[in-house]
C-alpha cells in the first residue's frame, strides 16, 4: 500500500465533529468501590486510561477516548487521546467518540496526541475539554488509505520505543530488588548488639502549622514531610518542598532538632529514611531521629533502620491510611555492632549503592530521551510543529 497523498502539512484539516460522533451521553461513572463490586473482564476507562475492569460494557467496536477533564493537557509527553477495538465501559471524565465512515480511529488517537490544548480547554485548576471546544479541535484528514498506513507505521515505531522503554522499567525494578538485598545482606552480617531503636535514638515528633497562615511559611526552618524523603534506599536530605518561618515553628508542635538526625516517614508511606544534613523540623508524618550519643554511625543507622521498613509497616495501624506511632517505632529492634564496624559497613555498601544509584540516573536519562523520540517520531508523521 502506498499513501497517494502528498505530504502531511498538505494534507486537508477539518474540525473533529467532523470525523466522529459523540457517545458521551452513554457514559456512567462508577468510583473506586463500585467497581470492587462488579469485576469482570471489561476495561473501565477514566481520563487518563484504564483504571479498572467491570463485569459488562456500556460501548462496543472502535472506539477514540479522549480526557476531558483530569487529563495531562499541559504534558506533550503523555498521550491525553486513546484508541480502543471491543467492550468498553467509560466514565464521564473522557469522551467517548466513534469514528465516521471513512475515518481511522487509531489516525484519529495519533493526531489528537500532537495537538496543543492550551487554547481550547478551560480551567484554572484543573483542565476541561468541553464538547464544543472538543469538536472544533483541527485534525488532519488525508485518504483513508493513508490514514490506515501511516497509523500502522506509527504503530511499529511506537512499540519499538514502547519495548525499550519497558525494558528500561525492567531494569529498575531488578535495580530496587537489588538495593534491597544489598541492605538485608549487610543488616544480616553486621555482628552485633540487638537494640531498640528508643534506646539508641531520642524520636521526636512533628506538626503542621496553619497553612492558611501566609506568615507561618519561609525559609528560617527545613521542615519535612514524608513526600521530602527518598522513595527508594536512604539519601542525604538538605532542603523540603516547603520551609517554616520562625512563627510557623512556634506555632505547631514541630520541635527543631540539629544536623546529623535521621527522619523516617511514619504516615503515608511508612519507613522512607531521610539523612539530616543541618538542623531541621518534621511535620506530623515523621519522626525525627537523634543518636544518643556518638557510637551511631549515621549512615550505618539508616541503612538498618530502611532495612527494617517492611517490619516497620506490618506494625503499623490506623484506619484511614498506615500509622506508626512513636511507642511502635522505639520498640523497633536495630543490629548495632561497634562503631568501627558500622562505619566499615556503611562505607562498603555506600559506595555499592552510589553506583546503583548511577546506573538509575543513566536509566533515567536514556527514559527521557526515547519519550521525547516518541513524541517526535508521531508530530513528524502529522506534520505537527513542535510543541510550544
Known amino acids: 500500500m502506498t499513501c497517494d497523498d502528498s505530504l502531511p502539512p498538505s494534507w486537508p484539516v477539518v474540525p473533529l465533529g467532523a470525523l466522529v460522533e459523540c457517545l458521551d451521553a452513554g457514559r456512567v461513572p462508577l468510583n473506586r468501590a463500585q467497581r470492587a463490586q462488579r469485576p469482570g473482564p471489561v476495561p473501565y476507562h477514566g481520563a487518563s486510561g484504564v483504571t479498572g475492569h467491570v463485569d459488562r460494557a456500556l460501548f462496543d467496536g472502535a472506539l477514540v477516548l479522549l480526557g476531558e477533564d483530569g487529563a495531562p493537557f499541559a504534558d506533550p509527553m503523555r498521550d491525553v487521546a486513546f484508541f480502543h477495538e471491543g467492550p468498553l465501559w467509560a466514565g464521564n471524565h473522557v469522551h467517548v467518540l466513534r469514528p465516521r465512515a471513512g475515518v481511522e480511529g487509531r489516525f484519529v488517537a495519533h493526531a489528537l496526541n500532537t495537538l496543543s490544548y492550551g487554547p481550547y480547554v478551560e480551567g484554572a485548576t484543573r483542565a ?18 493513508c490514514q490506515r498506513l501511516v497509523a500502522d507505521r506509527l504503530e511499529g515505531s511506537l512499540q519499538r520505543i514502547d519495548g525499550q522503554l519497558h525494558l528500561l522499567d525492567g531494569l529498575d525494578g531488578l535495580a530496587r530488588e537489588q538495593v534491597q538485598a544489598i541492605i538485608a545482606q549487610a543488616a544480616r552480617a553486621a555482628r552485633g548488639t540487638r537494640r531498640l531503636v528508643g534506646h539508641v535514638f531520642d524520636i521526636v515528633g512533628g506538626g503542621t502549622p496553619a497553612t492558611t497562615q501566609p506568615a507561618y511559611w519561609g525559609d528560617d526552618v527545613t521542615w519535612l514531610t514524608p513526600a521530602d524523603l527518598p522513595p527508594g534506599r ?8 516547603r520551609g517554616l518561618s520562625a512563627a510557623g515553628l512556634a506555632a505547631c508542635r514541630a520541635i527543631l532538632v540539629p544536623a546529623g538526625a535521621l527522619v523516617v516517614s511514619t504516615r503515608a508511606p511508612v519507613g522512607r529514611v531521610g539523612l539530616g544534613r543541618g538542623p531541621l523540623a518534621v511535620s506530623q508524618g515523621c519522626k525525627a531521629l537523634v543518636p544518643r550519643g556518638e557510637n551511631v554511625d549515621l549512615r550505618y543507622a539508616a541503612l538498618a533502620l530502611w532495612a527494617a521498613g517492611p517490619e516497620l509497616r506490618r506494625r503499623a495501624g490506623g484506619s484511614v491510611f498506615p500509622e506508626v506511632d512513636t511507642l511502635t517505632l522505639a520498640s523497633l529492634e536495630l543490629t548495632m555492632p561497634p562503631l568501627a564496624c558500622q562505619r566499615r559497613v556503611a562505607r562498603a555498601v555506600w559506595a555499592r549503592l552510589e553506583q546503583v544509584t548511577a546506573q538509575a540516573d543513566e536509566r533515567a536519562r536514556l527514559r527521557g530521551l526515547l519519550r521525547e523520540y516518541r513524541v517526535a517520531v508521531r508530530r513528524a508523521a502529522m506534520g505537527a510543529a513542535p510543541p510550544s
Open 234 to 241: 536512604p539519601c542525604w536530605v538538605t532542603r523540603g518542598l
Open 128 to 145: 476541561k475539554l468541553t464538547r464544543a471546544r472538543m469538536n472544533s479541535l483541527p485534525v488532519p484528514c488525508p485518504s483513508l488509505a
